[in-house]
């Protein structure tokens, strides 16, 4: 099976307990979980979304420079939670929607990312969508992912 990797916007209260109502077996955590802005896609962690980061700050990637930010997490934990930065966030929501297929064959070439650029371009678009969700709205933009 492969790596399953989840957006969302959420206050931090609510990115906290996102893996618990995403796990659990009961109508009103899959509620919440309805109620929350969210995208599911595959294959992405932190490092590959930081290679992004880099690309839109038109810089070299590097770690911690562009790195998510580890969200809350127990020894328990089933999956990764990470925080986008406020930085990255604000330039995914400014990011112009014709630049999206230029910035997924950038993104596509970067080693370790495991998409082609046709299939990134839904990705990007999705990130668009969530990060202006998550300015408009005073929240932040996370991602969940678990192999």
Not at 6 to 13: I, L, N, Q, R, T
Not at 46 to 58: K, R
Not at 76 to 96: C, K, M, N
Not at 118 to 137: F, H
Request: proline share 5%; glycine share 8%.
């Amino acid at each position: 099976m492969g790596m399953l990797t989840d957006f969302f916007v959420a206050s931090d209260e609510d990115a906290g307990a996102y893996e618990n109502r995403l796990l659990a077996d009961d109508e009103s955590s899959e509620d919440d979980l309805r109620s929350l802005e969210r995208v599911e896609h595959k294959g992405l962690t932190g490092i590959e979304l930081g290679a992004l980061w880099a690309l839109l700050a038109d810089k070299k990637f590097s770690y911690p420079e562009f790195g998510l930010q580890v969200g809350p997490m127990t020894e328990e934990s089933e999956g990764i939670l990470e925080a986008f930065p406020s930085d990255f966030t604000r330039r995914l929501a400014q990011l112009p929607q014709g630049s999206i297929p230029g910035l997924s064959t950038g993104w596509a070439d970067v080693d370790g990312v495991p998409h082609e650029a046709d299939e990134l371009v839904p990705i990007l678009q999705d990130l668009k969508r969530l990060a202006q969700a998550a300015q408009s709205t005073g929240r932040s933009l996370y991602m969940w992912y678990s192999i």
